[in-house]
């Protein structure tokens, strides 16, 4: 199984970017799919997750301004990212599997695309 994120760059702030991750071979029926990013210096975040069912959660820290979807025929996941902030300057990485509340056990990771907001 291979997660390939694409879609990041450099972006001025209140900008917006999609960021989109396409899976080549089978993840299970029940994983779960996810965006995380991480910081220079910092622990790697969870930002959001879609269940296999398509569920979501609302992060607070997110502030409505993203907004994550999953293309099963696609077998693509998308990050929606609206009003970038400075802040927001991380390195994103898909992830999938079935508990993807904690970076430890994600069972997959893409290899991270890099999204630089300037001020």
């Known amino acids: 199984v291979q997660l390939q994120a694409s879609g990041g760059g450099l972006v001025q702030a209140g900008g917006s970017l999609r960021l989109s991750c396409a899976v080549s071979?089978?993840?299970?029926?029940?994983?779960?799919m996810g965006w995380y990013r991480q910081a220079p210096g910092k622990q790697r975040k969870l930002i959001n997750f879609?269940?296999?069912?398509?569920?979501?959660n609302y992060l607070d820290f997110m502030e409505g301004r993203f907004t994550i979807s999953r293309d099963s025929a696609k077998n693509t996941v998308y990050l929606q990212m609206n009003n970038l902030k400075p802040e927001d300057t991380a390195v994103y990485y898909c992830?999938?599997?079935?508990?993807?509340?904690?970076?430890?056990?994600?069972?997959?990771w893409g290899q991270g695309t890099q999204v630089t907001v300037s001020s």
């Open positions: 992830a999938s599997g079935l508990d993807l509340w904690q970076a430890s056990t994600v069972r997959y």
């Open positions: 071979g089978s993840i299970g029926s029940d994983d779960h």
């Open positions: 879609i269940t296999s069912s398509g569920s979501t």
